[in-house]
């Protein structure tokens, strides 16, 4: 069904109509909603694929996953949901995975799959050491360090002095640029 005529039209106006509804989704997302859309029309009817694009309308279907993206997020903002907690700013834990990223990008060849799960790996296990560190059940689990946080903290600072660097944009966009990167849309 994706490589017919059809359903590229159906995706190019489905995303007109979400743009001149100030939406912005992945063509992806779109795709897969028109494609789930006419299969179950063709189904329900008892019709051919083919059949069932004189149903499709682009104005509807941009309506109702604008309409779903609202009720998204506002469901998720009632419960505190979608926000991620950030650390603060300075936060060396942060700091070190960002500072990470130039070097990963360089050890991968560009691998930007490996730089990402190499960054969500890097950020979860931060997490949950943060979160250890307020765990009675934890105690004597990771050694002499043991759970002080503003403790592991210092160090990770006594060992990387000007770690608030990293967070200076141009400053790492810099060493992403020195590892012979650079991000562009295409």
Same mark, same amino acid.
């Given at each position: 069904?994706?490589?017919?005529?059809?359903?590229?039209?159906?995706?190019?106006?489905?995303?007109?109509?979400?743009?001149?509804?100030?939406?912005?989704?992945?063509?992806?997302?779109?795709?897969?909603? =028109?494609?789930?859309?006419?299969?179950?029309?063709?189904?329900?009817?008892?019709?051919?694929?083919?059949?069932?694009?004189?149903?499709?309308?682009?104005?509807?279907?941009?309506? %109702?996953?604008?309409?779903s993206l609202d009720s998204y997020e506002e469901s998720s903002s009632e419960k505190?949901?979608?926000?991620?907690?950030?650390?603060?700013?300075?936060?060396?834990?942060?700091?070190?995975?960002?500072?990470?990223?130039?070097?990963?990008?360089?050890?991968?060849?560009?691998?930007?799959?490996?730089? =990402?799960?190499?960054?969500?790996?890097?950020?979860?296990?931060?997490?949950?050491?943060?979160?250890?560190?307020?765990?009675?059940?934890?105690?004597?689990?990771?050694?002499?360090?043991?759970?002080?946080?503003?403790? %592991?903290?210092?160090? =990770?600072?006594?060992?990387?002095?000007?770690?608030?660097?990293?967070?200076?944009?141009?400053?790492?966009? %810099?060493?992403?640029?020195?590892?012979?990167?650079?991000?562009?849309?295409?």
């Open positions: 069904m994706r490589n017919t005529k059809a359903f590229k039209e159906a995706v190019a106006q489905t995303l007109a109509e979400l743009a001149h509804r100030g939406v912005t989704l992945a063509p992806s997302t779109v795709e897969d909603t =028109i494609e789930k859309n006419i299969s179950t029309v063709a189904e329900r009817l008892g019709i051919q694929v083919r059949s069932a694009w004189r149903y499709f309308d682009a104005k509807a279907t941009a309506d %109702r996953l604008a309409h505190g949901v979608g926000q991620a907690p950030m650390p603060p700013i300075d936060n060396p834990e942060l700091a070190l995975v960002l500072a990470g990223v130039p070097d990963s990008l360089a050890q991968t060849g560009g691998d930007l799959y490996a730089v =990402i799960v190499n960054v969500a790996v890097n950020a979860w296990m931060a997490g949950h050491i943060h979160g250890e560190d307020c765990c009675a059940g934890c105690d004597g689990s990771r050694g002499p360090a043991g759970h002080d946080w503003e403790a %592991r903290m210092r160090t =990770i600072t006594e060992m990387q002095p000007h770690i608030s660097k990293w967070f200076d944009r141009d400053v790492w966009t %810099r060493a992403v640029n020195d590892a012979g990167y650079t991000v562009t849309r295409h």
